[in-house]
T-cell receptor, first 109, second 110 residues
Framework: NAGVTQTPKFRVLKTGQSMTLLCAQD?????MYWYRQDPGMGLRLIHY???????AKGEVPDGYNVSRLKKQNFLLGLESAAPSQTSVYFC????????FGSGTRLTVV | KNEVEQSPQNLTAQEGEFITINCSYS?????LHWLQQHPGGGIVSLFM???GKKKHGRLIATINIQEKHSSLHITASHPRDSAVYIC????????????FGQGTRLTINP
């Protein structure tokens, strides 16, 4: 099925560990986004990309890095996880309307 | 003040009732989106509007650009409509990014 696929769906990390969240889309969209969703805060933009090879900072970029080496993939990296990064992470792509992934629930202990 | 304000924040209704969720924004926009998120679930795009009105099944979305206001209506509401509904606007200046409202939590009781 066409859409946005996020992996993994769940992860528990220890403080200081690193990980990469993968987002893949098969709709040939130019724009891709990483958001985090926290209770009472709504969705906040971490980083985004307007095309292959480009990335830009959103509202809350600190502690995260991203790469868009291929148009269909947008990777979100946490180099040294902190408890404040416990959240649900959503990837989205758009070419007009937005398509969201199913989310990654990350807990940092 | 948030750039996108939704009301009400919480809404509980009985099955079959007509539901209205409102969204007001204070910035110039190129499009407005209505999104739906079920508890513990992913986010689904319901509508993208730049003018007028759109209908999909029992859902109707309207936008008034001059008044900077949009409404989402649900006719003949059903318990499966229980979800958080999120209004988001794409600002007309700058990169294609969304500004989100805080969401409206809708509960439909049988």
């Amino acid at each position: 099925n066409a859409g946005v696929t996020q992996t993994p769906k769940f992860r528990v990390l220890k403080t200081g560990q690193s990980m990469t969240l993968l987002c893949a889309q098969d709709m040939n969209h130019e724009y891709m986004y990483w958001y985090r969703q926290d209770p009472g805060m709504g969705l906040r933009l971490i980083h985004y990309s307007v095309g292959e090879g480009t990335t830009a900072k959103g509202e809350v970029p600190d502690g995260y890095n991203v790469s868009r080496l291929k148009k269909q993939n947008f990777l979100l990296g946490l180099e040294s996880a902190a408890p404040s990064q416990t959240s649900v992470y959503f990837c989205a792509s758009s070419q007009g309307r937005y398509t969201f992934g199913s989310g990654t629930r990350l807990t940092v202990v | 003040k948030n750039e996108v304000e939704q009301s009400p924040q919480n809404l509980t209704a009985q099955e079959g009732e007509f539901i209205t969720i409102n969204c007001s924004y204070s910035v110039g926009i190129s499009a407005l989106h209505w999104l739906q998120q079920h508890p513990g679930g992913g986010i689904v795009s319901l509508f993208m509007l730049s003018s007028g009105k759109k209908k999909h099944g029992r859902l109707i979305a309207t936008i008034n650009i001059q008044e900077k206001h949009s409404s989402l209506h649900i006719t003949a509401s059903h318990p499966r409509d229980s979800a958080v509904y999120i209004c988001a606007v794409r600002v007309s200046q700058g990169a294609q990014k969304l500004v989100f409202g805080q969401g409206t939590r809708l509960t439909i009781n049988p």
